[in-house]
């Protein structure tokens, strides 16, 4: 537990502000200050498996579709943290340009929808006219 001086005690040479001093920076980790904090690890890369509708995929090998789901799971996830880091530029264009965001923010306009675009096919399919002329 985590031991927090008095609020009343403003002076920076006070006894309670020792107790943050003993605690160290990995205190609130639940560690002690002679702890070291685990290296965040390197990015993984994972290779590339073939999905379904490709040649090499073998829909009967358990493994193989576990691992063509995943691969598709996260490949959808960077899309969809690519359209946010897009989306949070484009906020930023728009804050920035005013009047003018129409003219000097339509790059980032057009990526993003495009980004938009690929997601929903990725996730309704292509899209396909109606026919409902009947």
Not at 20 to 27: E, H, L, M, T, V
Request: glycine share 6%; proline share 7%; hydrophobic share 30%.
């Amino acid at each position: 537990m985590i031991r927090r001086p008095p609020r009343s005690t403003l002076s920076s040479s006070s006894a309670a502000s020792d107790v943050y001093k003993r605690q160290g920076i990995n205190a609130e980790y639940g560690r002690s200050s002679g702890a070291r904090m685990p290296k965040p690890a390197p990015h993984r890369e994972f290779e590339r498996v073939p999905g379904p509708g490709q040649d090499d995929f073998n829909a009967a090998d358990p493994v193989a579709r576990r691992l063509a789901t995943e691969q598709r799971n996260r490949d959808h996830w960077v899309l969809v943290e690519q359209a946010k880091m897009v989306r949070e530029s484009l906020k930023e264009c728009y804050r920035r340009e005013g009047v003018n965001y129409q003219q000097n923010c339509a790059d980032g306009a057009i990526k993003y929808m495009s980004l938009v675009a690929k997601l929903k096919a990725k996730e309704y399919g292509p899209m396909v006219a109606n026919s409902s002329d009947e």
